[in-house]
């Protein structure tokens, strides 16, 4: 029983809480006859209540990591779950390929499995008796991520004895996955597949199409981001992916240079 094995954290915070309905509201069409506890976990204490789902307020002023940290002394799991407020699932999960993973994960003794392709830069080795999973080369930056995923519990704890911000705990994932020599997978299969939502505080236009073209999942009042900011967002997606690393380092400083945000590029300075 999954129950017995996983439990779901969906990591937030009041800022957000506009999301909180849809997100739950996609959730639970998509993945139905889950019957493990589900965890929002928040900042602030809230007079949101969700009948299904329990609220973690892990207090004011708390980074991401120490947020995730406080929900952990919740989870009496071994593995979690992990998803973020502004990933809506929007396909049918299938629980006997999450039960089979994680079964796999106990099994095996994998600390991690991705639910989610990109980076592909950082897909290595297929396992040769399972369907689109393959190994992750963890010398890769944000090749473990916090996009869906199945985590260890464990792993998760060793990972946030550091108070950090969301983009800082992410961009350093990959090291603290080397430092724990955890067994890290990537599925191809799509498992939960999700629409993003929201980049620096506005909504997606893709999103925004997707709600009014699916009424009462999202009834908030958030601008949309700029064309500009998306196509720039699409092109740094696609030199991540696409150029040699020699190369890529030489492009980031550039943009860097001329104004953007790297948090690759700020952890190489720290």
Known sequence: ??????????????????????????????????????????????????????????????????????????????????????????????????????????????????????????TSKKIETENDLYNINLNVNYSVNLYPGLWSKKFLEFCVNNSRSAWMFEVNLNEQALLYNARCLVSYKDEYKILDVVRKGKLLHNAAIYFKNNPGIYDGSRDLQSYNYEIKLYIKTFIQEHIPKPLFKIARSIYVKLGGQSFTYQKSKD
């Not at 699932?89 to 990109?118: A, G, P, S, T, W």
């Open 1 to 122: 029983m999954l129950k017995d094995n996983i439990t779901c954290l969906i990591l937030s915070c009041d800022k957000f809480n506009d999301l909180w309905k849809g997100n739950l509201k996609l959730f639970r069409q998509n993945w139905e006859n889950r019957e493990f506890q589900v965890f929002l976990v928040t900042d602030l204490q809230t007079s949101i209540t969700f009948t299904d789902v329990n609220i973690i307020s892990a207090g004011i002023n708390t980074e991401w990591s120490d947020r995730l940290k406080f929900a952990l002394q919740y989870v009496k799991t071994d593995y979690v779950f992990i998803t973020l407020d502004d990933y809506f699932l929007i396909n049918k999960v299938d629980n006997e390929r999450i039960k089979h993973l994680v079964n796999l994960m106990i099994q095996e003794k994998y600390d991690y499995i991705r639910l989610f392709k990109k980076p592909t830069k950082a």
